[in-house]
């Protein structure tokens, strides 16, 4: 068992997690894993203009963990509307199913709680995701019944390739 460690990123780190966040979602390569949206979305997964911003605005981080020096995953947290969010949540294809996301949930929920000093914790979560949404469930967050629509047309967040893509909110008490 190797021990991850974590740690702000910085505006240095921008390739980086780009490279990590893209491969754990999009492309060939997300296919290694089991969080690929290769079927739903094709281009970006992650902008470096808004990346940028949530790592230099107030109540906001991206937490890197890195295994024996290398960058296994990242997280988004931050304080927003008087809770918790939580995005960005990418772990390296080849060690998705292996422990690593749930350190990392534990991790960015302790932060949300310990540092932000909220109570509960959301995320919004693409609607057809079951199996990324029953992994949620699995961790304690419950479908909240509440849909925000997707981005269409809006490069930043990837070219849909189908016409029904929306996302539902997902909540967790923290307390």
Same mark, same amino acid.
Request: negative net charge; aromatic residues 4%; glycine residues 6%.
């Given at each position: 068992?190797?021990?991850?460690?974590?740690? *702000?990123?910085?505006?240095?780190?921008? *390739?980086?997690?780009?490279? +990590?966040?893209? @491969?754990?979602?999009?492309?060939?390569? @997300? !296919? &290694?894993?089991?969080?690929? %949206?290769? /079927?739903? +979305?094709?281009?970006?997964?992650? *902008?470096? %203009?808004? =990346?940028?911003? /949530? =790592?230099?605005?107030?109540? @906001?981080?991206? +937490? +890197?963990? $890195?295994?024996?020096?290398? =960058? #296994?995953?990242? &997280? $988004?947290?931050? !304080? %927003?509307?008087g809770a918790g969010y939580f995005g960005m949540f990418s772990v390296r294809p080849e060690l998705q199913g292996a422990g690593i996301g749930k350190d990392v949930m534990i991790e960015a929920e302790r932060v949300a709680r310990e540092e932000?000093?909220?109570? !509960?914790?959301?995320?919004? #979560?693409? /609607?057809? !995701? %079951? @199996?990324?949404i029953a992994f949620y469930e699995r961790r304690g967050y419950v479908r909240t019944g509440t849909f925000k629509p997707f981005p269409y047309g809006d490069a930043r967040f990837g070219t849909p390739l189908r016409d029904d893509l929306r996302f539902e909110v997902l909540e967790k008490s923290l307390a």
């Open positions: 068992m190797h021990t991850l460690t974590f740690r *702000d990123a910085t505006v240095a780190d921008i *390739d980086a997690i780009t490279a +990590l966040v893209t @491969s754990a979602y999009r492309g060939e390569a @997300s !296919r &290694v894993g089991w969080t690929t %949206e290769a /079927d739903l +979305l094709d281009g970006n997964r992650i *902008d470096r %203009e808004v =990346l940028a911003h /949530d =790592l230099t605005r107030p109540d @906001s981080r991206v +937490l +890197l963990a $890195h295994r024996d020096g290398a =960058l #296994v995953a990242c &997280v $988004h947290v931050a !304080r %927003e509307d932000f000093g909220v109570d !509960r914790m959301r995320m919004t #979560v693409i /609607d057809v !995701r %079951e @199996s990324l």
